[in-house]
C-alpha cells in the first residue's frame, strides 16, 4: 500500500469512494442535491476535488493495482481535514490510520486541527469516529456542511502535551 496526491484523472476514484459513503448521508437528509452541489457556505464537491488536487492537497491510499483504498483531503490554510473516506473494499482500521497519520503529519501541530464526519448512526461511520479519535482528536460540537449534520472533532495543541 501507498499513499500519493490525487490527480486530475482520479476524480472518477474520488466521486466512486463518496458515492459508497451516499447511504450514510441519506439517512441523514434525503435529497443529495445540496451535499453535492453546494450552497453559500461550501463549495459543489467537483469544485472542492478540483480545488483540493490543484493545490495538492488530496491524497490517496492505493494498493499495487492502483485501486482507490481511501482518500483523504487537507487544508493546510485552515489547518483542517476536509474529506476522509476509506472504500468499503479496504480494511478500515488500517488505511484509515495511516491516511490519518499523513495528513496529521502535513498540518500544523502548533494549531489546533479540525476534521467534520457526517452523523450517522451506522456502523462504518462509527468505526471512522473510533480512528479519529484514536488519533487524539476530541468531539466538540455538531453543525451542518452542505446541509448534511456533521460532527466536529478537534485535535488540540496543549502546549506541546500531545
Known amino acids: 500500500m501507498d499513499i500519493r496526491l490525487l490527480t486530475f484523472d482520479d476524480i472518477k476514484k474520488w466521486i466512486d469512494l463518496s458515492s459508497e459513503y451516499d447511504c450514510y448521508v441519506k439517512e441523514l437528509v434525503h435529497d443529495?442535491?445540496?451535499w453535492y452541489n453546494g450552497n453559500e457556505n461550501g463549495p459543489s464537491f467537483n469544485f472542492y476535488m478540483e480545488s483540493k488536487i490543484k493545490q495538492k492537497e488530496a491524497f490517496m491510499a492505493i494498493d499495487d493495482f492502483n485501486n482507490c483504498l481511501g482518500i483523504i483531503a487537507i487544508s493546510l490554510k485552515n489547518n483542517r481535514i476536509t474529506f476522509f473516506g476509506i472504500s468499503h473494499n479496504a480494511d478500515i482500521n488500517i488505511v484509515g490510520n495511516l491516511l490519518l497519520?499523513?495528513?496529521?503529519?502535513?498540518?500544523d501541530k502548533n494549531r489546533n486541527i479540525g476534521i467534520n464526519e457526517i452523523a450517522s448512526k451506522s456502523n462504518w461511520i462509527n468505526k471512522?469516529?473510533?480512528i479519529i479519535i484514536n488519533n487524539g482528536f476530541i468531539q466538540k460540537e455538531d453543525s451542518l456542511e452542505n446541509g448534511v449534520p456533521v460532527n466536529t472533532f478537534i485535535w488540540e495543541n496543549?502546549?506541546?502535551k500531545k
Open 32 to 34: 443529495l442535491t445540496e
Open 128 to 130: 471512522l469516529r473510533e
Open 158 to 160: 496543549n502546549n506541546g
Open 101 to 107: 497519520k499523513h495528513s496529521l503529519n502535513l498540518l
